[in-house]
Each structure stands twice: as structure tokens, then as C-alpha cells.
């Protein structure tokens, strides 16, 4: 059961930023598990059936929604070898979480935060949601503004790009988007939450909330994979006989 973190565990983030090697890391290991891997995983578990309610695919296993606290370093200019943040996310079997449109959670010394949204972009996904926008702006605008008091969209927008005059000029700062996220307002309350067994409650309840823009985006996605399926249309083989000019009778 998740009852909370205790300050320990962002004291802990804390000195691993400042002490970010293997020797403190080994002397604190059984702390991290203690005060930071443990009630992570409880929050995840408790999240478990929300996330079903939200849509059955989204992976939950452990292993693939609980971050790690060491750092894939093979490819990374930044050598650093342990996080100093953790966090969890719920994306579909085969993504990866740079490309996946997801449901978030997660915390660092001096910052927490939740959500829906993407790391990366994805522009065939983005240009669904863009022709949706035109096709369906009732939907989308619900959508957001069912979250608007108690979100912020983000994101890089595109410094050059056509819209055209059918969007709505309340969906354009969406239309203009490269990939977006919507995240929850922070304010100084989140740290109370994130100490106690309520963070469980609120967040279960801002998850609920944002099923809709994932069940939308995820509409769109497979709307996207089914096209990039699709046998390409052969040409029609002509039955025109070409024939000699001797073999008419004129």
C-alpha cells in the first residue's frame, strides 16, 4: 500500500545530483531501495487498475512502468551513471518512451509533475490530430476544455506552417504543434501530496481526467498504423489488343 514518500527520498535525489558516482550510490543503496524503489512501486501498483479502466493495452508490468535509477550511458554525452529523478509511464507493448503518447508520473529534487503526452515526435500522429482538428473540432475542443483548469499544454511549435482558415482559432496553438503534453498546473501543495497517501487519490483522479485525450490520441494512432498497412492499390492492367492494320477489312 502507498503511503507516501518521505523527505528522505528527496534528500536522497538530492545528494546522488551532488554525489553522482558508484561509491555512494553502494553505501546508499539499501536507503534508495528502501525510501525511493519501494513506495515508487507501491504507487505504480495502486495506479494498476486506473490505467486498465483507461485502456486495458497499456503496459503495467513493473518492469516497463517503474524507472530505473541507473542511466543508459553507451550513447549519452552525460556520463553521469544514477538519475536524480525517478518517475513512472504507461505506454503500449513495443514503444519506446521516446516515441510513445503516454500517461506520466514523477518527481526530482526541486521539481514533481504528471500528465499525458509524448517525449519525442510523432508527425504521422500529429498529422491525424491536425486533420481530426479540422474534421472534428467539437471533440477535440471538449477534450481540452475539460482539462484546462487544471492543466498546461506544452511542446515545440513549428515556426513555419500553414493553417489553414477551416481551424478554429482557439485549436491553433494545438494545430502548430511538432508534439505536445498536458500537464498538470504545479503549485506548492504537490510536495504536501507527495509526503502522504493522498498523491494515490489525485492522481488516480487527474489519470481519469486525461482518458479521454488518450483514448483520442490512441484513436488516432492506430487510424494511422492501419493506413501505413494498407496494400497499395495496383493499376489497372489494361485490356486494350493492339492489332495489325491488315487484319481489318476496309
Excluded at 495506479?47 to 503496459?59: F, G, V
Excluded at 553521469?80 to 504507461?90: E, T
Excluded at 506548492?188 to 489525485?202: F, K, N
Amino acid at each position: 500500500m502507498f503511503t507516501g514518500f518521505s523527505k528522505d527520498a528527496v534528500d536522497f535525489l538530492t545528494e546522488i545530483r551532488l554525489n553522482n558516482n558508484q561509491t555512494f550510490f553502494q553505501a546508499n543503496k539499501q536507503r534508495y531501495e528502501r525510501v525511493v524503489k519501494a513506495p515508487l512501486t507501491a504507487l505504480c501498483e495502486e495506479m494498476t487498475p486506473i490505467i486498465e479502466q483507461i485502456d486495458p493495452r497499456l503496459d503495467t508490468r513493473l518492469l516497463r512502468t517503474v524507472s530505473r535509477i541507473r542511466r543508459d550511458t553507451r550513447f549519452a554525452r552525460d556520463k553521469s551513471p544514477f538519475r536524480d529523478h525517478v518517475w513512472l509511464s504507461w505506454r503500449y507493448p513495443n514503444e519506446s518512451r521516446g516515441e510513445a503518447f503516454g500517461l506520466y508520473w514523477g518527481f526530482g529534487p526541486d521539481w514533481i509533475s504528471w500528465g499525458c503526452g509524448s517525449y519525442g515526435t510523432d508527425k504521422p500522429l500529429m498529422d491525424a490530430l491536425r486533420l481530426h482538428i479540422r474534421r472534428q473540432p467539437d471533440e477535440v475542443r471538449c477534450i481540452f476544455k475539460n482539462l484546462q483548469s487544471d492543466f498546461q499544454m506544452g511542446g515545440e511549435d513549428y515556426k513555419r506552417i500553414i493553417v489553414p482558415d477551416d481551424v478554429p482559432e482557439d485549436l491553433r496553438p494545438l494545430y502548430i504543434k511538432k508534439g505536445f503534453y498536458v500537464e498538470q498546473i504545479p503549485s506548492g501543495a504537490d510536495w504536501e501530496l507527495l509526503l502522504s497517501s493522498e498523491m494515490s487519490q489525485r492522481l488516480a483522479q487527474d489519470l481519469l481526467k486525461l482518458a479521454p485525450l488518450q483514448q483520442l490520441m490512441r484513436r488516432l494512432q492506430a487510424q494511422t498504423e492501419s493506413a501505413d498497412e494498407a496494400p497499395v492499390e495496383q493499376p489497372v492492367q489494361s485490356t486494350l489488343t493492339v492489332r495489325r492494320a491488315d487484319e481489318f477489312d476496309f
